[in-house]
């Protein structure tokens, strides 16, 4: 009888360690399936990540590209025909001489036209940026802003600037670049201030307007805020990052750290 | 009046409940409060029966069974997420069940016996439901979930390891009893139930405690 006993015990037992070990098992695969599908899921950021990096870089290939065209079509043909309406206004004071200042006036303003558009090709044309130096594309384009009288912009530079990258140098240059055209278009300021420092590994860029600021966090998540977007993800692209300081009323401060390649 | 040890868990998670009310009405499992009430006065009522002058304690289980199981399907239905006919499929089966479970006490084994088939068929569902439950939460989810810091793995698989020990021990409870199946002096399933009380009443108060944590989820 006893051993009958022990035998249902030992049965019961059993069946409750059978069943304890089929809870626990099922419980110890579910821990495994989720830590696949974290691992997946990292993958896939990564993979994504890898993907938008290519997509960027794509795009500022284009960019550049286009960038590359428009200047060589302002230089070759827009800076052309004004050359030549020139030289023909030249031979109609000689032929037809006019009383007054006009035809001077009017070679005037085509030598100012012709002087904008050079400048802008420059800081289109990635060729030409790639032969400056960054503090040098840098100073020609705060120069070539600062002749438009909308704005001042000055700039100091620390430090001395090491040998970067023709890639990232134009990177940073467009991101400098897209900071001032935001700075023109919506900022409303009438100073800027810019600050480069070199330092050992890093490169500091901050750019100080007293504008009439605004939130960047709403602006970023507005489809609006494409242009701060683009500076945020081109800093990421050199393997630099990009801070966005503001608030209504006290200016923005845009401020550019990238490593050195 | 008597309190046994386990019992100690079972108020420290009701306690433990109500401290974390916050919590627990963000993770809509408001319901655990009255739930764990009603186990806490059955427990008190059931062990204490005794004085009472009456013999056996099986109505206050089996009344137990009759009031919580409808709790316990609502909680186990926020616990699952339904979403459009699956709520429908689940309330209905829940229907079904407590129809049986009603049957059962009034028609077929009655107040003075122990109702073992609605305890069975109860623990059938619970573990299914939480089995359902975790593999929703692991599924569904498309981000890797911690489970350490997952209220919902915890009270699930609370429920699960629970389900799968009373099934036997409790499903067996009149024939244990009848042929003193025991260890150490001790029936089996006072040997085993409330130790395992005690780990289900500990797991539940840690969730308690992670819903209080992290309440939006």
Known sequence: MQDTKDQVIFTIVAVIIILLFLGVLFLVMLFYYNNKKGQMSKEQQLMKATFDKQLLESKLEIQEQTFDMISQEIHDNVGQILSLAKVQLGILEQRHPIEGDLVSNVKESISQAMTELRDIAKSLSSERLQLLSLSDS??????????????????????????????QKLIVFRMVQEGFQNIIKHAEASEVNVSIRYQEEWIHISIFDNGIGFEPEKELNKREGLGLQHIL???????????????????????IQIAYA | MHV???????????????????????CSLLAFIPYLIIVNITEVVGINFHFTGREGNYPVYNLY???????????????????GKE????????????????????????????????????????????????????????????????????????????GLITLVVLGLQEYILFN??????????????????????????????????????
Request: charged share 15%; hydrophobic share 50%.
């Open chain 2, 180 to 217: 003193h199946i025991e260890i150490a002096h001790k029936t089996l399933y006072n040997v085993i139930l409330p130790t395992v009380n005690a780990i289900v009443y500990s797991g539940y108060c840690y969730a308690f405690i992670l819903c209080r944590t992290q309440r939006t989820r």
């Open chain 2, 87 to 162: 709520s429908v499929v689940f309330y209905t089966v829940c229907l079904l069940c407590l129809i049986l479970v009603y049957v059962n006490f009034f028609f077929i084994q009655g107040m003075s016996r122990f109702d073992t088939f609605s305890l069975v068929l109860i623990e059938i569902m619970t573990i299914v439901f939480s089995g359902l439950s975790l593999v929703r939460l692991t599924v569904l989810d498309q981000n890797e979930l911690n489970f350490m810091r997952e209220p919902f793995f915890w009270i699930n698989s609370m429920y699960l390891l629970f």
């Open chain 1, 138 to 167: 840098i100073a020609q384009e705060i120069r070539r802003i600062n002749r438009s009288g909308f704005i001042k912009i000055t700039a100091q530079v620390e430090g001395v600037e090491r040998n970067i990258p023709d890639q």
């Open chain 2, 4 to 26: 046994a040890w386990f019992q100690y868990f079972q108020m420290l998670s009701l306690l433990v409940a109500i401290y974390c009310y916050r919590g627990l009405r963000n």
């Open chain 2, 65 to 83: 069974l009759l009031v919580s199981t409808p709790v316990y399907f609502y909680i186990a239905g926020k616990m699952l997420f339904l979403r």
């Open chain 1, 233 to 255: 993800r081109r800093a990421a692209l050199v393997g630099g990052k990009a801070n966005i300081v503001s608030r209504p009323g006290e200016g923005t401060t845009l401020e």
